[in-house]
């Protein structure tokens, strides 16, 4: 469903990125693992089209993306990627119930539907009774869940996780791995994951290992 081709990126003289090839099949959890300074993050922001190669090239759903610009790549994105970050980034004046629904209403979708949506996702983990409820009012494992949340509201092809379970202690870290896996199962969610964290890896149904802006295996 994915595949990058000789993905390049310098920054001043440091070349981060030296060529990386990659795929990820649909339904499949890809982890990036790899010391810090390999390059991971670099990498998933790439393929996630937050930030811009130098070259190579990026195909999701046979849509080569590295050709996509300005407002059609930000509704693309918007439309086919989740991303779950360390840090939840919720919205603090919104409740949990609105920040899920951002992503479906800068869509144009409809308003009732995404809020019905949202509901549902929150319902499906675990947080049917924290809807109404601001960030602030939430434990750190509870905000992580509703970003999640958020990453899946308009169905997207894959989600990009950059560290999620960075900012969380070992039991909800743990959840959050279960849930990953247990998204993939009954939604076929397609995760591909920066980490860390050795478990998270090893629940992972691939891991990648980056070394010096290379894919080393």
């Known amino acids: 469903m994915l595949e990058a081709h000789h ?22 959890i890809v982890s990036i693992v790899g010391s810090s300074g390999a390059g991971k993050s670099t990498l ?30 930000a509704a693309f994105r918007n439309m086919h990627m989740g991303f779950v970050f360390q840090f939840h980034h919720l919205l603090p004046e919104f409740s949990a119930l609105e920040n899920v629904c ?6 144009n979708r409809s308003k009732s539907q995404v809020a019905k949506e949202a509901q549902e996702l929150l319902n499906l983990l675990g947080l049917s009774e ?17 970003a999640v949340a958020r990453a899946l509201i308009n169905k997207p092809s894959i989600v990009f996780a950059d560290e999620p379970t960075g900012n969380l202690d070992s039991a909800n870290a743990k959840d959050l791995h279960e849930l990953f896996v247990r998204l993939k199962t009954e939604l ?23 070394k010096d802006g290379k894919i080393t295996g």
């Open 44 to 73: 998933l922001h790439i393929l996630g089209t937050l930030d811009t190669p130098d070259s190579g090239s990026i195909v999701l759903n046979q849509q080569p993306i590295h050709l996509l610009k300005g407002k059609q790549l």
């Open 130 to 146: 924290r809807a109404q409820n601001k960030p602030q009012q939430l434990s750190g494992g509870e905000q992580q869940r509703v």
């Open 102 to 107: 951002i992503p479906g209403w800068i869509a």
């Open 188 to 210: 076929g969610q397609t995760f591909l994951i920066v980490t860390h964290n050795e478990e998270l890896a090893a629940m992972s149904d691939r891991t990648v290992h980056m």
């Open 7 to 28: 993905i390049t990126k310098q920054y001043d003289q440091l070349q981060v990125l030296k060529g990386v090839n990659i795929t990820v099949a649909n339904g499949e």
